[in-house]
C-alpha cells in the first residue's frame, strides 16, 4: 500500500472514531499533497508524499517557539500532537550520534578537515545521504561541530 493510500485510509478510520486532531492533521497532510500534484502536474510517489510530510513537520516545529513565546500552551499542545501524527507516516529519524557518523564519513570522502568555508560544501554533500531521515537544523548543528 502507498503511503498516500496509508493516509487516506487512516483519515477515514479517524473520521470513523472521532478522532478530531488526527482527523485534521491527515486532512491537511492530504491537502498539501494534492495540491502539489495538481500545481506539478505530476503523481508523487511515497518518497515524494515524504518530502511533503516532512515539510509539514518542519512548519509546525517552526511554529512551537512562536506558541511558547506568546504563551499559547493550547496550540502548543496541539501542534506537538500533530506533528507526532505526522512523525508516524516518516521514515525513522537518525540520532544524532548515526548523523555525525554520516558527517564523517563524508568529510574523509570529500577530504574536508575543518574550516567554516567548508560547511556549504559538506552540508551539500551529507543532506541527501539523511534525506527524510533527520531534520535540516540538526545535521547543520552536527556539521557546525566537526569544523
Same mark, same amino acid.
Given at each position: ?15 470513523? @472514531? ?12 492530504? @491537502? ?15 518518497? !515524494? &508524499? ?30 506537538n ?15 544524532e550520534e ?8 563524508? @568529510? ?5 578537515? !575543518?574550516?567554516?568555508?567548508?560547511? !556549504? ?10 534525506? !527524510?531521515?533527520a531534520?535540516?537544523?540538526? &545535521?547543520?548543528?552536527?556539521v557546525e561541530?566537526?569544523?
Amino acid at each position: 500500500m502507498s503511503l498516500k493510500n496509508r493516509l487516506a485510509n487512516d483519515l477515514k478510520e479517524a473520521m470513523k @472514531a472521532k478522532e478530531k486532531i488526527r482527523k485534521e492533521t491527515l486532512s491537511y497532510a492530504l @491537502a498539501a499533497i494534492k495540491q502539489y500534484e495538481i500545481d506539478n502536474k505530476k503523481e508523487l510517489d511515497d518518497q !515524494g &508524499v515524504i518530502d511533503i510530510l516532512s515539510k509539514q513537520v518542519k512548519m509546525r516545529k517552526d511554529a512551537l517557539s512562536s506558541f511558547e513565546a506568546a504563551g499559547r500552551t493550547d496550540l502548543y499542545e496541539v501542534y506537538n500532537e500533530e506533528i507526532n501524527i505526522l512523525m508516524d507516516y516518516l521514515p525513522k529519524q537518525l540520532s544524532e550520534e548515526q548523523i555525525l557518523n554520516i558527517v564523517k564519513q563524508t @568529510a574523509n570522502e570529500l577530504g574536508i578537515e !575543518g574550516g567554516k568555508q567548508n560547511m !556549504g560544501k559538506l552540508m551539500g554533500a551529507v543532506m541527501p545521504k539523511v534525506k !527524510g531521515q533527520a531534520d535540516g537544523s540538526i &545535521v547543520k548543528k552536527v556539521v557546525e561541530s566537526i569544523l
